[in-house]
């Protein structure tokens, strides 16, 4: 597939919510709130997307980020966001990480063809491409924002402003 299609893939086009529209429109109360037998607040997953964003751009970029020991240390603790100023935060962070990796599916396909250097024992078990590293981060935004979607209609607060499938 082309990086067009990556890049409409990650802002939300096809069968993708857009993924900005869909914690743009809630507060930070609202993104703090748990839904019974789920693990997690929209707010700790916008945190866990922004964490693997980064980690992945950081790679595409040739640094070497130190991988977490646990998947639990990508996740912040509860109550995230605490208050309004770090919920702006946290969704600043996750448009601009976005709009990075919208802007690193902008390239040849001999670039996307480059191989990224792995930075864990799992990286060697997978296709290390850039492309192959951008499909991970494409797959693993929408299976978060897939349980946003759900939370949010959990909780009575679908569709977002900006629009989403209700069928």
């Not at 019974?36 to 980020?65: A, C, E, T």
Request: with cysteine; aromatic share 8%; net charge negative.
């Amino acid at each position: 597939m082309s990086s067009r299609t990556i890049a409409g893939l990650l802002r939300g086009r096809g069968a993708h919510v857009d993924p900005v529209a869909c914690i743009e429109d809630i507060s930070a109360e609202f993104a703090a709130r748990r839904v019974k037998g789920f693990p997690h607040s929209i707010g700790q997953l916008v945190s866990h997307m922004n964490y693997w964003m980064d980690y992945d751009l950081r790679r595409i970029r040739g640094d070497k980020p130190k991988y977490p020991e646990h998947n639990s240390e990508s996740f912040p603790a509860q109550g995230t966001p605490a208050d309004e100023e770090e919920w702006s935060h946290l969704r600043k962070t996750f448009s601009a990480l976005l709009d990075a990796a919208t802007q690193t599916t902008n390239c040849s396909r001999e670039e996307l063809d480059r191989q990224i250097e792995p930075t864990h024992p799992s990286h060697e078990e997978r296709e290390a491409s850039l492309e192959a590293v951008l499909w991970q981060l494409v797959t693993h935004n929408s299976y978060h924002i897939g349980q946003i979607a759900m939370i949010r209609r959990a909780l009575g607060a679908w569709p977002p402003r900006g629009g989403g499938d209700t069928w």
